[in-house]
């Protein structure tokens, strides 16, 4: 059963930055799909960054250019760093994994399995 475990979330003015971090346990397969999503009150969760087994990366067209996502696989620990935040970041961010390392078609990994519990992510203006 893998565990994932979410922090670096706060609050933080608009143009502000953050790093999310994801700490992975139990994992059984060499390499996994990993994702960021989010989700605002009152709005459906929503894809943020995915990375695939191959290091691929894949952005929401709402943080292209201001987010990226990485990970360091020695520590089993995905991140997200924020830049030039805006008050529409505002969410509960989630990560998320999948066994199956590949995209879909859509260029997003193809299921989400396994998740953390969300770190809130609050930008004011």
């Known amino acids: 059963q893998v565990q994932l475990v979410e922090s670096g979330g706060g609050s933080v003015q608009a143009g502000g930055s953050l790093r999310l971090s994801c700490a992975a346990s139990?994992?059984?397969?060499?390499?996994?799909?990993m994702g960021w999503f989010r989700q605002a009150p009152g709005n459906e969760r929503e894809r943020v960054a995915a990375i695939n087994g191959r290091g691929i990366t894949t952005y929401a067209d709402s943080v292209k250019g201001r987010f990226t996502i990485s990970q360091d696989n020695a520590k089993d620990t995905l991140y997200l760093q924020m830049n030039s935040l805006k008050p529409e970041d505002t969410a509960m961010y989630y990560c998320a994994a999948d066994p199956d390392p590949r995209f879909s078609s859509a260029g997003y990994c193809r299921r989400s399995t396994y998740w953390g519990q969300g770190t809130q992510v609050t930008v004011s203006s």
């Open positions: 139990g994992k059984t397969y060499s390499s996994y799909c």
